[in-house]
């Protein structure tokens, strides 16, 4: 089974950056949706962010688009999410997730999820 491992989360002041990584346990190989989602104390875990990992393709929620970046670097299994101008509400436990063997697709199931497969323990990230 792939065991998905993230790093990077701190604590920073509003306005600061940073750059969370996601390395797989192995690589899947072919088509693969990749997410980063997070998840605040009594709410629930939403998205943040999706790739594709053979294509181009992104996606981001609307709450951060524009501040976060991700992407994919396959030779190492891992997956990047560069998070700017980081905000209090930003604040969570940030997961990595893979839904092997397909993309991620241009539709709302994309988000859902149910989909993903495998998923990392979290890393935290707090903005005060």
């Known amino acids: 089974e792939v065991q998905l491992v993230e790093s990077g989360g701190d604590s920073v002041q509003p306005g600061g950056s940073l750059r969370l990584s996601c390395v797989a346990s192995?690589?899947?190989?072919?088509?693969?949706?990749m997410g980063w989602f997070r998840q605040s104390p009594g709410k629930s875990r939403e998205g943040v962010a999706l790739i594709n990992t053979d294509h181009v393709n992104t996606f981001y929620a609307d709450s951060v688009n524009g501040r976060f970046t991700i992407a994919v670097d396959n030779a190492r299994n891992t997956v990047y999410l560069q998070v700017n101008n980081l905000k209090p509400e930003d604040t969570a436990v940030y997961y990595c997730?893979?839904?092997?063997?397909?993309?991620?697709?241009?539709?709302?199931?994309?988000?859902?999820?149910?989909?993903?497969?495998?998923w990392g323990q979290g890393t935290q990230v707090t903005v005060s």
């Open positions: 997730a893979e839904d092997p063997g397909r993309m991620c697709g241009f539709g709302e199931d994309k988000w859902r999820t149910g989909r993903y497969m495998y």
């Open positions: 192995q690589y899947t190989g072919g088509r693969n949706c």
